[in-house]
Nanobody, 127 residues
Framework: QVQLVESGGGLVQTGGSLRLSCAASERTFRFYYMSWFRQAPGKEREFVAAILRSGSSTYYGDSVKGRFTVSGDNAANIVYLQMNSLKPEDTAVYYC????????????????????WGQGTQVTVSS
């Protein structure tokens, strides 16, 4: 089945930047929402950002708003997460998620709504 593959994680200092990428294995398999979640050890999976396939709407978790930007390339079936002003509390495994379904209200924040997931990429921000 179609797979999502994240890349771009790594180790950065506080205040630094990273750009994550999520690519679908099949360019013709189109998703309605593509989103980013993160999970630190012992913590619940947290919503980070989401983007509609059209790119007309983006959504962000309160903890990253103003620092992170999500964007997409529909033709290539790729989404990006530009992360600026990184803080140690941003340290987590970042996961790409996608769904072909329409999600109403704030349901895009619910990890359980997404049937497709990437393997995750580690982001570590040093103090």
């Amino acid at each position: 089945q179609v797979q999502l593959v994240e890349s771009g994680g790594g180790l950065v200092q506080t205040g630094g930047s990273l750009r994550l990428s999520c690519a679908a294995s099949e360019r013709t398999f189109r998703f309605y929402y593509m989103s980013w979640f993160r999970q630190a050890p012992g913590k619940e999976r947290e919503f980070v950002a989401a983007i509609l396939r059209s790119g007309s709407s983006t959504y962000y978790g309160d903890s990253v708003k103003g620092r992170f930007t999500v964007s997409g390339d529909n033709a290539a079936n790729i989404v990006y997460l530009q992360m600026n002003s990184l803080k140690p509390e941003d340290t987590a495994v970042y996961y790409c998620a996608a769904t072909r379904n329409v999600l109403f209200f704030d349901y895009y924040r619910d990890a359980g709504r997404y049937p497709y997931w990437g393997q995750g990429t580690q982001v570590t921000v040093s103090s």
